[in-house]
């Protein structure tokens, strides 16, 4: 926790917060070894970020005194991730990467490669995709959550909603093999697609293409996705 | 595995290779699904690639028959990486990252924040170590490791050895709050240098810009050493 992310219920009044998850205590006592009167990053949740005093530390609370939380979270990075859904223990560790990267728009969606048990995993479940997003807020000390949607059917969303959205961005299509590389730096909007491991079949490719993506690929190596995805996004960027 | 690295001794002469060991025979298996006939990707440690066919499968043994092993391996990234030795289980990911990216030499350094007790860990011994590596190459299609290096002090490895090194290749120090960002692709040689998780302190970042480094960031978010390794390996390259 490079930055204490604060929800609207944390706040006791304009200059106080309160936190009371066994989690954030722990690691408060465990990670920053905190003492009465230390001050650390603060940031409310969609909005600003400051530092604050604490004020008041046991097992079961730690308030937090501030002026204001007033500084910006650092800038959005002005990518959309598509991702076919990794499998669970990736999926987990990715979401922490990009949303610490600062993508602030995660598609998750079945390609013919992705293992259909993927989408029955208690890693789906909206209050863990959360979990992974606050510890990802929290790394990069930013404020503003991404969401995260799942498109489970690949052909009626690539065809009848990523084709417009590609009306107003650019969409890159990464995939090994294609003649374009990655560009160094974005000017526009983008959105970027990557594939599962063992990639895209052909007709996913066509279809992709067929919509507007513009294929690139990182060189030789063939990454697995959690190398690949943060690769990509640090070079778009 | 997108490709199988051969030991010299997996030949069984210039055109054939047995495989003998459980987690490759399991992999064949339960991964790649094989059957008598398959054609498969193989690769001759430090030497070239090729196709092979495979001529015999049981639980003891995979027999592969090749005409040749003659392409040549992915080229090696010119970045030479010096990292603070991570915590265990970040370490074996960041081998395997690292060595798929093409990083043809790692040395894990002591810094103040590496807790003294990694340097225990089972996760350095040689085989281990060397685990990790295969994972990569296997992963990228490469044949040529990494080596690695560990120098459990500081002052004597940066100021005896680094120094040395940065006679004949640019140093990059990749430190938050450094004035200079990341280079977009590297023209020269490249040492970059990474810290703990925490960061280096005043000392190491005075100590690492006096023998010559240059101070570089990422922005301003703060990236988990995993995540950042993998980004400025990609921003670098």
Same sequence: chains 1, 2.
Avoid at 159 to 175: K, P, S, T, V
């Amino acid at each position: 926790m490079n930055l204490i992310l604060l929800d609207d219920t944390d706040f006791l009044d304009r200059h106080q917060a309160c936190i009371r998850d066994p989690r954030r205590l722990q690691h408060l006592h465990d990670v920053h070894h905190v003492e009465i009167g230390d001050t650390l990053t603060l940031g409310r949740r969609e909005g600003g970020i400051g530092r604050g005093r604490l004020t008041e530390f046991s097992g079961q609370r730690a308030v937090f005194e501030f002026e204001a939380l007033d500084q910006a979270p650092p800038a959005p990075l002005p990518i959309e991730l598509i991702l076919a859904l990794p499998r669970p223990r990736m999926l987990a560790r990715t979401l922490e990467h990009v949303t610490a990267l600062g993508v602030k728009s995660i598609t998750l969606m079945h390609t013919r490669r992705v293992e259909k048990s993927y989408w029955q995993s208690p890693e789906l479940h909206p209050d863990k995709i959360h979990q992974h997003l606050v510890l990802g807020l929290e790394q990069a000390r930013d404020t503003r959550l991404p969401s995260v949607s799942l498109e489970p059917r690949f052909k009626p969303f690539v065809e009848d909603r990523l084709a417009g959205w590609l009306d107003e961005r650019q969409g890159l299509l990464a995939h090994p093999g294609t003649p374009a590389p990655c560009p160094r730096g974005i000017e526009h909007p983008t959105i970027l697609v990557v594939g599962p491991e063992g990639g895209f079949i052909d007709y996913e490719v066509d279809t992709l293409l067929d919509v507007g993506c513009q294929g690139i690929h990182l060189g030789e190596r063939i990454l697995r996705v959690e190398t690949a995805v943060i690769a990509l996004l640090s070079r778009l960027a």
